[in-house]
């Protein structure tokens, strides 16, 4: 089955930086990549997603870019926030069933 | 609030008990996905519901099992509670297959002691 690999566990940045979270996956017909941010106690919230016939996908501060040759897929913020600190999620699915990362932790440092 | 309801909140269990856990999917929605978040890991999937049939399965014993009603709310139920099985239990509802349209509940935490 699918499988995604989620690096790094855990990041900190400057605020006013850039983070990159990147992910692999092992399933080439997967198609459909969203990414999730959660906050401490809440549930799971798209942020941006991606179809595996576009290459790349941008909304706002935040971009997501795929290489279904090589199998990853990144997630980029610009100009981080305080805000922006978060668990964030990569997921690969195909079909009926969403397979996520186990996560990065994402603190923005003042 | 994007319409997504659990209930419980919270639930404290023994090894061994049974537990059944509940959700309303949002207004419109017709699918329901339940996922399992054990403490600092991503939520894995358990199964999947669509217009009342289980509609794919993750790997998780048959203990595990669901329903779907006719107004697209949906059960959890585990039997044989084990400790492992302590964790955030979120479900998801979606219209049809959009996963893209996927909006996730606030969860229920159990505990199994």
């Known amino acids: 089955g699918e499988n995604v690999e989620q690096h790094p566990s855990t990041l900190s940045v400057q605020e006013g930086d850039s983070a990159v979270i990147k992910c692999t996956y092992s399933?080439?017909?997967?198609?459909?990549f969203p990414w999730y941010k959660q906050e401490l106690g809440k549930r799971p919230q798209l942020i941006i997603d991606i179809r595996s016939n576009v290459g790349e996908k941008k909304d706002q501060r935040i971009a997501v870019t795929l290489n279904k040759t090589a199998k990853h897929f990144s997630l980029h913020i610009t100009e981080t926030q305080p805000e922006d600190s978060a668990v964030y999620f990569c997921a690969a699915s195909k079909d009926d069933k969403i397979i996520f990362g186990k996560g990065t932790r994402l603190h923005i440092l003042p | 609030e994007t319409g997504v309801t659990q209930s419980p909140t919270h639930l404290i269990k023994t090894r061994g008990q049974q537990v059944t856990l509940r959700c309303s999917s949002q207004s419109g929605h017709n699918t329901v996905s339940w996922y399992q978040q054990a403490l600092g890991q991503g939520p894995q999937f358990i199964f999947q519901?669509?217009?009342?049939?289980?509609?794919g399965r993750g790997n998780f014993p048959p203990r595990f099992s669901g329903l779907q009603f006719p107004n697209y709310s949906s059960e959890l139920n585990v039997n044989a509670l084990e400790l492992d099985d302590s964790a955030l239990y979120l479900c998801?509802?979606?219209?049809?297959?959009?996963?893209?349209?996927?909006?996730f509940g606030p969860g229920t935490r159990l505990l199994v002691l």
């Open positions: 519901y669509y217009r009342e049939e289980e509609n």
């Open positions: 399933d080439s017909a997967s198609n459909y």
């Open positions: 998801a509802s979606s219209f049809g297959l959009a996963l893209e349209t996927q909006y």
